[in-house]
């Protein structure tokens, strides 16, 4: 990026189909630290677009930030430079390589914390430069939009065709994409509050369940009742994509002040989450619909990608509807739903399959779109509201 450049409008050219490839096999090192994970990971793409991950090693700061209820951004930083030159380390022998057969190093460049971001942006940085190997700076939610292509560490993931309609659904992001190409996308809808994964989070919080709060509020929900309790729907009878989780977010929290018994918390549990999936499979029904009137022809399919795509409930629902709708349907192994470095791995893979590097002053980006210009020409955000992703 230029110096001085607007981070929102300054972005890589799109690519879709013309641009050819390398035709051979690349194996790469990613790192992530855009939030409360330090992650290093061993990817080998193949010529022909199949995926091999050789190693994927994560660190959580779980227990730093539980006393808090939330990441800490300082917190988050210094946990990152404590432990990341030993977990790379990890990665590299877990995939049995040494530096020496790596063919890039590809690191979370933002959307993110932006302390954190720094943290794996500078390492890998230097691996680049003192190895002679190229950098490729990655957008954390393009990892994600590769992500439903990894396998487990044994097996080998089929590439997922363009175009497709993706789903991104985790505590900092809620977005509908229409993915033409690698780095081209097209916003369908986006949240305009909170997104999905921080309704989970703030209403387990405060339901008094523990951090993190949305595995545990599935976990409690598993045996509720989820008719017992209604919730409001947001955004019935609008049109467009767009979500909205805070009045469900109030009002589910306001109720968790007077439930106080067993039975009645699980009741709670399991009517948002499935207020939550119903919003996501409702507005993700109006995408498809819009998918399919621009490609009338072809391969449909939906990927769900991001931390919530882990909840099995959520993803239940998304698989139904897309069924109902005739697409296909896919969604990353469980384990690479959340932030991991496999996905940045196969991302920086994806752009040096097309003979894509960065420089060495590649920024450290506390925003960064997937859509730059819908961003700009019709924010969902209120101005100047800045989150940990926004």
């Known amino acids: ?12 050219p799109s690519l879709q189909d013309p641009v050819p490839e390398t035709g051979r096999d690349l194996t790469l090192l990613g790192l992530e630290t855009s939030c409360d994970e330090t992650a290093a990971a061993v990817v080998r793409r193949s010529a022909d677009g199949r995926v091999q991950v050789l190693s994927s090693i994560i660190a959580s700061q779980i227990a730093q930030h539980a006393p808090f209820g939330g990441v800490v951004p300082e917190i988050a930083a210094r946990a990152h430079v404590e432990v990341i030159d030993a977990i790379t380390a ?20 933002g959307p993110g914390l932006v302390g954190g971001v ?32 990894l396998g487990a560490a044994d097996q080998v993931g089929e590439a997922v065709a363009y175009p497709f309609l993706l789903l991104l659904v985790s505590g900092g992001h809620c977005q509908l994409l229409e993915v033409a190409g690698v780095g081209a996308c097209r916003r369908l809808g986006s949240t305009i509050d909170d997104a999905a ?5 703030k209403i387990a919080k405060a339901m008094g369940l523990p951090y993190p709060g ?22 019935l009878g609008r049109e467009g994509c767009d979500f909205s989780f805070s009045g469900l977010k109030t009002a589910a929290a306001r109720m968790a002040e007077t439930v106080t018994a067993e ?9 948002v989450q499935e207020a939550i999936a119903r919003q996501l499979t409702e507005r993700t029904e109006r995408a498809m619909t819009a998918f399919a009137e621009r490609h009338p022809a072809g391969q449909r399919r939906l990927v769900v990608a991001g931390g919530v795509a ?6 239940a629902r998304l698989q139904a509807a897309a069924d109902r709708q005739g697409f296909s349907f896919a969604a990353p192994p469980l384990v690479y739903c959340t932030d991991n470095a496999a996905m940045i791995a196969l991302a920086g893979a994806e752009r040096l399959a097309l003979g894509q590097s960065d420089g060495l002053d590649a920024p450290a980006r506390p925003r960064w779109p997937l859509d730059a210009q819908a961003a700009l020409s019709h924010p969902t955000h209120i101005p100047g509201r800045k989150g940990a992703k926004a």
């Open 118 to 149: 720094m943290v794996g942006l500078s390492f890998g940085k230097a691996v680049a430069l003192a190895r002679g190997l190229p950098l490729i700076a990655v957008n954390h939610l393009e990892g994600h939009a590769v992500s439903a292509r």
């Open 90 to 109: 990890q990665a590299m022998t877990a995939a049995g390589l040494t530096y020496d057969q790596l063919d890039g190093v590809a690191a979370t460049a």
């Open 263 to 271: 039975g009645d918390r699980r009741d709670l549990a399991a009517a």
């Open 197 to 201: 994964g921080e309704a989970f989070d």
């Open 214 to 235: 949305g595995p545990a509020l599935e976990k409690l929900a598993e045996d509720g009742d989820a008719g017992r309790f209604v919730l409001p729907r947001a955004l």
């Open 1 to 12: 990026m230029r110096q001085g450049a607007d981070p929102l409008t300054e972005s890589r």
């Open 310 to 315: 882990a909840n099995r409930h959520v993803r």
